[in-house]
């Protein structure tokens, strides 16, 4: 029987940079020319819109605005070398007043992304950033859109194609680790140029000063990390310490740490059914069987997927007996949901994972 396809479903796909790059390759097959083009919205909101963010950011972060560059009924050329921003740092922040931030993730290695939405109207913005080595790759993506023009982007000559009058994209060679991809929806060409001008580059020790309050910061992460544990039971092979998350947000540190123990948990139940040890499957069983209990999934259930996608593999974990569509299911919670390792789950022993 086929399964029906479910948010869990869809949560389970690879994460990360994998995942990343297929909803990059769903999303490229929207039209690319429309008289009209609807925003595509590609993440769930995962920051609440502050009204307040930009005025949030000029204090925190210590920007001056510069006043209002962003002018949709403007019609002519707008330089975009002059903008504040063409300083040094790998990623960019948006410094243009009437934006909010709404999504934000940032990975040291995978790369990450900074979301604003404009508080009148219907335009957004993305910026990505991602490692060098797929700089080219994106490139060749991109050129399927059309024929890309030049534009001077935070002092570098970049590319620009239009998915259609009121969406363009423009990439920026690589600078450091990373190359930048900034999209704008809802906003035509000339209003595109205009927030670019509005972009700073900044380091990753400067992005969390351009975030606002909601974002969890380097110095209040193992609070969070300790709250998200709170009624979560771990297995002997995990502890504390082993828990880490690089996440901005309460629901990414959320998925670090659900994934971590349910990862450790899957682990111990399938070393201990490879090793016939009936009373330690239990253990795995009755440990995982909470997981609909736990406060962090609830908390962030509304959000994503990524509760439904827990419960799924708990769940199957609890059922005892996986079908072969659950044992591939299990079998590929190394891509579904981050676990550690990649070694071929159910055989005589897990890689790093000592048997229970």
Known sequence: ???????AGVAGLPIREGRAELLEEIMSLAPVETTEPAPVRRHRRVLPVLAAAAAVLAVVGGVAWLGLQRD???????????????????????TAPGWSVTYVTDDPKSGGELDYEHATDDSTLEIMWRPAKLYDAYVVDRNDIGTPVDVDLLGKRSLMWAYGKR??????PVEGRFSL????????????????????????????????????LDDERAAAIDEALTGIP????????????????HYEV????????????????ESARSG?????????????ATAHDWPALEDIADEGGWSDAIWQYADIVVAGAPTARDQELLDG??????????????????????AP
């Open 234 to 249: 771990l297995p002997s092979t995990l502890s504390r310490a082993d828990i880490l998350s690089t996440g901005l947000t």
């Open 254 to 269: 959320v998925a670090d740490v659900t994934a971590a123990v349910t990862c450790a948990w899957i682990d111990w139940f």
């Open 181 to 216: 991809e900034v999209r704008g929806s809802g906003m035509d060409e000339t209003a595109f140029r205009a927030v670019l001008a509005q972009l700073e580059l900044v380091g990753h020790d400067q992005l969390q000063q351009h975030l606002p309050d909601e974002a969890i």
């Open 333 to 354: 919670r190394f891509d579904g949901i981050g676990c550690p390792g990649g070694g071929s789950a159910g055989g005589p022993a897990i890689d790093g994972v000592p």
């Open 1 to 7: 029987m086929n399964r029906p396809i479910t948010d």
């Open 72 to 94: 949709p009924q403007a019609t002519g050329p707008v330089p975009l070398a002059d903008g504040p921003g063409a300083g040094p740092g790998e990623l960019a922040v948006l």
């Open 276 to 288: 016939h040890r009936a009373a330690a499957v239990e253990q795995a069983q009755q440990a995982l």
């Open 167 to 172: 969406d363009h994209t423009v990439i920026r």
